[in-house]
């Protein structure tokens, strides 16, 4: 049973420090997506990389967030420095879609970040 | 910008009663996802919707899309306590090209169902 798996599964760290998340797509998909959820935000794309090519970030603070993807099983999402605000689940899905199949998302467990 | 719209946002259900969710979203598109949330648990696929008229069916849970009103409904038959979570739409804006999978989400629905 394929599926997307994220470490950690919950961080807790002051603020200031550097946190990286990490996520492992589904073998063979092609599309991962980085999401950010809090209850006064809801879901929010903060990133995408299609073949490992990022394609869109503009949901992402720029000046602190950065996401990678430094080889087809791993996508990486970094935030440097951290603050309180940038507490939330964050979740990577994967996909391999077409325009005729859909481009169905697969979600992985999620992070649980908390900066205090 | 694409707004994608629930209502309602929360709903308390019977056990035994049916109830629509809607979900409207402002551009167009023909791909439209369904998806549940568990509480502290992560989002699982429920049904993709990728054309005008298109209806997909699984257990009490039915879900249909009419592009040209720009909304999906989500429909719940004989609702059960196990069809208690958060329910969320999600829109692929599609403009003559492709986006790859870069949904929208909408702000779910909050669905209880009690004795």
């Known amino acids: 049973d394929a599926r997307v798996t994220q470490t950690p599964r919950h961080k807790v760290t002051e603020m200031g420090q550097e946190v990286t998340m990490r996520c492992q797509p589904i073998?063979?998909?092609?599309?991962v997506f980085w999401y950010r959820q809090t209850m006064m935000q809801g879901l929010e794309l903060l990133a995408y990389f299609r073949n490992r090519a990022p394609l869109d970030d503009s949901g992402m603070p720029k000046d602190r967030f950065s996401a990678e993807m430094p080889d087809a099983t791993l996508a990486t999402l970094k935030i440097q420095p951290s603050e309180p605000r940038d507490s939330a689940v964050y979740f990577c899905a994967s996909g391999l879609g077409s325009r005729d199949r859909g481009y169905e998302q697969y979600f992985g467990p999620g992070t649980r970040l908390t900066v205090t | 910008e694409l707004k994608v719209e629930q209502n309602p946002l929360f709903l308390s259900m019977q056990e035994g009663k049916n109830y629509t969710i809607y979900c409207n979203y402002s551009t167009t598109s023909d791909r439209l996802y369904w998806y549940r949330q568990d509480p502290g648990k992560s989002l699982e696929s429920l049904f993709v919707l990728l054309s005008n008229g298109a209806v997909k069916q699984e257990g009490r849970l039915m879900a249909s899309l009419d592009t040209k009103a720009r909304l999906s409904t989500l429909h719940i038959t004989a609702a059960v306590h196990d069809l208690s979570a958060t329910y969320f739409c999600?829109?692929?804006?599609?403009?003559?090209?492709?986006?790859?999978?870069?949904?929208?989400f909408g702000q779910g629905t909050i669905l209880t169902v009690h004795p």
């Open positions: 999600a829109v692929d804006p599609y403009a003559g090209g492709t986006s790859y999978g870069k949904l929208t």
């Open positions: 073998l063979g998909h092609n599309t």
